[in-house]
């Protein structure tokens, strides 16, 4: 797994994501130097959780799941990549963002991020990313909401284990129109879904902390 320079097709592919549509012609050429993309099998991981990063992930093919540590019974939790039990709270689609919670505040990952299937992904370092947001601000203002709709998630997914932290997690597709029998829904992690992006709700199952999760 390695990060290639950009070429004439990978750079066509990531213009024409959305969010950059509004990019004029005459300003890729300030930009393409800086940018680079990866190629991930399903179950390779982008990046882990707890890990600094200043770089801002766009998904330009495929699908990233989001993934946060599942806390263990003694308070401490199992972030190494591939290892332990997560809890899937979110996936990121074509044209979706990853790590904005990190490149916004030059810190750690809140999650890890896993690619689902076959997943190409562009990296831009966080003043590509800011040369970007002073083009268009709205895709400064796709990133804090992306950010602060999975700081939101990774609180309550925390909160709960606290208040649950005898059963189990089960991960369920947010669809709000067709709870599953036995599942109890929370409707704050319905809340800013996104074109391309699948968000998971909690619910309770009776079996001990880690039977149900993924």
């Known amino acids: 797994m390695s990060w290639q320079a950009a070429d004439p097709r990978s750079l066509r592919q990531l213009k024409r994501l959305p969010l950059l549509a509004s990019i004029e012609h005459e300003r890729w050429p300030s930009l393409e130097p800086h940018i680079a993309f990866l190629d991930l099998d399903a179950g390779e991981h982008l990046f882990a959780a707890g890990r600094e990063s200043e770089r801002l992930f766009m998904v330009v093919d495929g699908e990233l799941g989001l993934d946060m540590p599942a806390p263990s019974r003694a308070g401490g939790t199992r ?16 044209g979706q963002t990853a790590g904005d919670f990190a490149v916004l505040n030059g810190g750690a990952h809140l999650v890890s991020a896993v690619a689902t299937r076959r997943t190409r992904v562009a990296g831009l370092p966080r003043f590509a990313f800011e040369r970007l947001a002073g083009i268009d601000p709205g895709i400064l203002a796709h990133v804090y909401d992306r ?27 947010a669809d709000a129109t067709k709870p599953s029998s036995g599942q109890r829904r929370n409707p ?23 039977d149900r999760v993924k």
């Not at 972030?79 to 074509?94: E, H, I, N, Y």
């Open 188 to 210: 704050d992690f319905l809340l800013g879904r996104a074109e391309g992006e699948q968000d998971f709700g909690i619910g309770v199952a009776s079996l001990p902390l880690g």
């Open 147 to 173: 950010a602060a709709t999975l700081s939101r998630r990774v609180t309550l997914a925390r909160a709960f284990v606290e208040l649950f932290g005898e059963v189990g997690l089960r991960i369920v597709a």
């Open 79 to 94: 972030d190494a990549p591939g290892t332990g039990a997560t809890v899937r709270l979110q996936s990121r689609g074509r």
